[in-house]
């Protein structure tokens, strides 16, 4: 069983920055691809950004040039920094992994934008 916490949300000012971190613990083998999701209230959970073991990643178009996921897999911990904040970034992000078939969740943190 994998488990997925997150940590580092909170709230930050529009064009501020801030890091998020999810720290894996379970079991797992071979490649993974790890990522966050956001969910802002009333709207459907959305791709933020993806990456694999390797180290390739995908960005979603909203958060390109703003976002950067990374990993390290000797901690088993991804992050997303997130800078240039905007209002619209607001909203719960949530770690998950793939895996072997198998997709697992955190929890989530709350990510608020506002002046």
């Known amino acids: 069983q994998v488990q997925l916490v997150e940590s580092g949300g909170g709230l930050v000012q529009p064009g501020g920055s801030l890091r998020v971190s999810c720290a894996a613990s379970?079991?797992?083998?071979?490649?993974?691809?790890m990522g966050w999701y956001r969910q802002a209230p009333g709207k459907q959970r959305e791709l933020v950004a993806t990456i694999t073991t390797e180290g390739r990643t995908i960005d979603a178009d909203s958060v390109k040039d703003r976002f950067t996921i990374s990993r390290d897999n000797a901690k088993n911990t991804i992050y997303l920094q997130m800078n240039s904040m905007k209002p619209e970034d607001t909203a719960i992000y949530y770690c998950?992994?793939?895996?072997?078939?198998?997709?697992?969740w955190g929890q989530g943190t709350q990510v608020t934008v506002s002046s």
């Open positions: 998950r992994q793939a895996s072997s078939g198998r997709v697992y």
């Open positions: 379970g079991s797992t083998s071979g490649s993974t691809t």
